[in-house]
């Protein structure tokens, strides 16, 4: 079996999409076989607009997988988190069909990168989250930030979300799209870094990496 990491993101709009095809890019250029997934779409109809936007970055077609559905287990059409979504859509999230399409993933390639949706606290039933899914699947997670006001806070909670529940943290991606202003993107990053460095130990602050993309794809 593969490897499978979850790509987590301080909020909605943080460029998951863009770092898990980055992600699985540079694996792949490592010599890697690497595919990506979107554990649940939402505000979509047939194939998932962010594994588009995965291979585009990763410079491939759509693949078999993305065609049957295997790299995209749940749709649904309304923009919402999934709890609200699926509420409206009149369906039932099935984690267990999520959990066999990611060990389907899995048994063929050496990693799986699964691009989670919105935040890491979004619901995706009414008494279930995404931090609550990812430590019962004891996935490790890259986190997604970017230096919009009010990334500070939210990458603190959810790094220390992440810490009170014992997930390990391969990666902070700070995600430096689309910059409003050059000053508190420049204090954000530089506050992080002092932060990560102060309070996680030596052995987890040298498994955290900052990956900056300075491209839009």
């Not at 047939?46 to 291979?55: K, L, M, N, T, Y």
Request: glycine letters at 8%; charged letters at 25%.
């Amino acid at each position: 079996m593969g490897k499978a990491f979850f790509v987590t993101g301080i909020d909605t709009s943080t460029g998951k999409s863009c770092a898990t095809g980055y992600l699985a890019r540079e694996f792949s250029a490592k010599g890697y076989s690497v595919i990506t997934q979107k554990f649940i779409q939402t505000g979509n109809s047939g194939i998932s607009e962010d594994i588009e936007v995965h291979r585009k970055i990763m410079g491939t077609e759509l693949l078999p997988e993305d065609l049957d559905g295997t790299t995209c287990p749940v749709t649904l059409s309304y923009p919402a988190s999934p709890h609200l979504a699926s509420q409206i859509d009149g369906v039932r999230i099935d984690l267990g069909k999520i959990r066999n399409a990611t060990s389907v993933l899995q048994e063929k390639y050496d990693i799986t990168l699964i691009e989670g949706a919105g935040g890491i606290m979004t619901p995706i039933t009414c008494d279930y989250t995404t931090l609550d899914y990812i430590r019962d699947q004891k996935f490790p997670v890259y986190i997604v930030t970017s230096p919009k006001l009010g990334s500070i806070n939210h990458t603190l909670l959810t790094l220390e979300a992440c810490r009170h529940e014992k997930i390990e943290i391969l990666g902070v991606i700070y995600n430096k799209f689309n910059v409003e202003n050059n000053v508190i993107c420049a204090d954000t990053e530089r506050y992080l870094k002092n932060y990560l460095n102060k309070h996680f130990d030596k052995s987890v602050w040298m498994k955290i990496d900052r990956i900056e993309i300075e491209k839009k794809f």
